[in-house]
């Protein structure tokens, strides 16, 4: 089993962006549904958006227009464009990968094969 290693995040003012990735090794996942999750203090982990195989994307509500998911297969990267950050979006962001056809992706699912370090976002008002 490989590895995800996220970097890109930081702080931010409210309005400002920021463009998280995630580096995969050890092994490849273009195949594979990815994306991206987050965990605030004292919250469950949420799901904030999804990439299946072939770039059909899926995002939860909350960062839908502001967030965008991406992913280089031939680079083995995954990218999350964040842009009009509020302070609601602070948390840790941890990118993930599961051996799941699109239909896992597009249905939101939580669980996760491998799952990254996590990177720190942080926006102040």
């Known amino acids: 089993q490989g590895q995800l290693m996220e970097s890109g995040g930081g702080s931010v003012q409210t309005g400002g962006s920021l463009r998280l990735s995630c580096a995969a090794s050890g092994s490849t996942y273009s195949s594979y549904c990815m994306a991206w999750f987050r965990q605030a203090p004292r919250k469950e982990r949420e799901g904030v958006a999804y990439i299946t195989s072939g770039g059909i994307t899926a995002y939860a509500d909350s960062v839908k227009g502001r967030f965008t998911i991406s992913r280089d297969n031939a680079k083995n990267t995954l990218y999350l464009q964040m842009n009009s950050l509020k302070p609601e979006d602070t948390a840790m962001y941890y990118c993930?990968?599961?051996?799941?056809?699109?239909?896992?992706?597009?249905?939101?699912?939580?669980?996760?094969?491998?799952w990254g370090q996590g990177t720190q976002v942080t926006v102040s008002s």
């Open positions: 993930g990968a599961a051996r799941f056809g699109s239909w896992y992706c597009l249905a939101r699912r939580p669980d996760f094969d491998v």
